[in-house]
């Protein structure tokens, strides 16, 4: 047999292996959120967000029904870059916990962009009403949801004493996400965007204080 014939049949026949469904998910909803940012919900289409990902109307039907379908996992991609929940937190201090969950340390340019998405899905569902229940859905509240059961899971297992986790929920994310709408033109201003980390370490490092057991070791 010689070279041409043995590359030949060593060569694997059949279609180009395709990215699982998973992959191909993710990938539209990254285009689909930057579309989103330059063009607005309704200046979108699913056809535009099928060509910058490079998948066939089939498939971007297939994974998202509608475009609204598509709106809620950009929100759903959006809440990941503000509450890192679901997660394993257990090995670390409530203070360190809470500043991870809420990624206390990204950079500047990483809280412009989120600043940026969440400016857009303010102003798209101003303009496009039924695109406000699922904003509150797959953001607010699944955050709520999500926090709370982390607390949950804390109480359980005494690493905190509290009442009813789902007020200390709203109690945390009032902290969180109440801190950077300062910066937007209504109450005090902060001088830069170091301030924010500086300030969110201090609130929660005495909400962390008032959530340990009475008698429990600081930094448990």
């Known amino acids: 047999m010689d070279q041409t014939m043995k590359?030949?049949?060593?060569?694997?026949?059949?279609?180009?292996?395709?990215?699982p469904d998973?992959?191909?998910?993710?990938?539209?909803?990254?285009?689909?959120?930057?579309?989103?940012?330059e063009r607005g919900y309704e200046g979108t289409?699913?056809?535009?967000?099928?060509?910058?990902a490079r998948v066939s109307f089939s498939t971007i039907y297939r994974l998202f029904p509608g475009k609204a379908d598509l709106f809620a996992a950009v929100v759903s991609l959006h809440r990941h870059s503000m509450v890192a929940l679901p997660g394993d937190y257990d090995d670390l201090p409530i203070e360190d916990a809470l500043m991870r969950i809420f990624r206390v340390d990204i950079d500047t340019d990483a809280e412009r962009e989120r600043?940026?998405?969440m400016n857009m899905f303010i102003a798209e569902s101003r303009r496009v009403p039924e695109l406000e229940p699922i904003l509150t859905r797959q953001g607010p509240a699944e955050t709520h949801a999500l926090l709370s059961a982390w607390l949950e899971r804390q109480q359980?297992?005494?690493?905190?004493?509290?009442?009813?986790?789902?007020?200390?929920?709203?109690?945390?994310m009032d902290v969180a996400f109440g801190a950077p709408v300062l910066k937007d033109g209504w109450g005090h201003q902060w001088p830069g965007d170091a301030d924010r980390s500086h300030y969110l370490r201090h609130c929660f490092s005495m909400l962390a204080a008032g959530l340990r057991p009475r008698g429990a070791t600081p930094g448990a």
């Open 45 to 52: 289409s699913m056809g535009d967000v099928a060509s910058a």
């Open 115 to 117: 600043r940026a998405v």
């Open 22 to 37: 998973d992959t191909r998910r993710k990938r539209i909803t990254a285009m689909a959120r930057n579309l989103f940012l």
């Open 7 to 19: 590359a030949t049949v060593g060569r694997p026949r059949g279609r180009p292996k395709t990215a």
């Open 156 to 172: 359980a297992c005494g690493r905190i004493d509290i009442a009813d986790s789902a007020i200390a929920a709203r109690m945390l």
